[in-house]
T-cell receptor, first 110, second 116 residues
């Protein structure tokens, strides 16, 4: 399983766009990149998943360069309710075992 | 449609005791995974159950065992509790789909276990 590295914490302000970058230098050919969000005392929630280029849904965008050694989760116009821990995960989607790192603690300020 | 539910919400035990945590998967899901999340850490995979059998297991001792019932609900049992077992225990459910599609896991709210 590819190891991921992401910032321990980030601060931003309401209305700003937030970009969280994750490094995964030894990503394998079959690996996908998945991001989860977790609020305090709740289980993680799937945000977005991608393999290459760009993926967008109603919540976020995921940018993956051609070499796939990193990825960036982009949250447009954040609000206070986006304060949470964001986990970057890399793995084969056929493997149901999810390996979480320590995540990035995002704190949105008013 | 109810999502993943877990019981109890909170639990306090003493060292050496045994505990059973319960999980009901999201409607239509047939696979249940259990995770342990210590304070300030990411969730750690314990094991996964599919068709009433343990399919995958993480790096946890045999004190951690589980069961899946015909209705797909699941239990996590921990024997001989240690102080270090204090954590949030998360249950996640998914539906196994043949082929390469991603089996998205839906997490429950967790059970907060405190061992004194």
């Amino acid at each position: 399983l590819a190891k991921t590295t992401q910032p321990i914490s980030m601060d931003s302000y309401e209305g700003q766009e937030v970009n969280i970058t994750c490094s995964h230098n030894n990503i394998a050919t079959n690996d996908y990149i998945t991001w989860y969000q977790q609020f305090p005392s709740q289980g993680p929630r799937f945000i977005i998943q991608g393999y290459k280029t760009k993926v967008t849904n109603e919540v976020a965008s995921l940018f993956i360069p051609a070499d796939r050694k990193s990825s960036t989760l982009s949250l447009p116009r954040v609000s206070l309710s986006d304060t949470a821990v964001y986990y970057c995960l890399v793995g084969d989607p056929r493997d149901d075992k999810i390996i979480f790192g320590k995540g990035t603690r995002l704190h949105i300020l008013p | 449609d109810a999502g993943v539910t877990q019981s109890p919400t909170h639990l306090i035990k003493t060292r050496g005791q045994q505990v059973t945590l319960r999980c009901s998967p999201k409607s239509g899901h047939d696979t249940v995974s259990w995770y342990q999340q210590a304070l300030g850490q990411g969730p750690q995979f314990i094991f996964q159950y599919y068709e009433e059998e343990e399919r995958q297991r993480g790096n946890f001792p045999d004190r951690f065992s589980g069961h899946q019932f015909p209705n797909y609900s699941s239990e996590l049992n921990v024997n001989a509790l240690l102080l270090g077992d204090s954590a949030l225990y998360l249950c996640a459910s998914s539906l196994v789909v043949a082929g390469d599609s991603y089996n998205e896991q839906f997490f429950g709210p967790g059970t907060r276990l405190t061992v004194l």
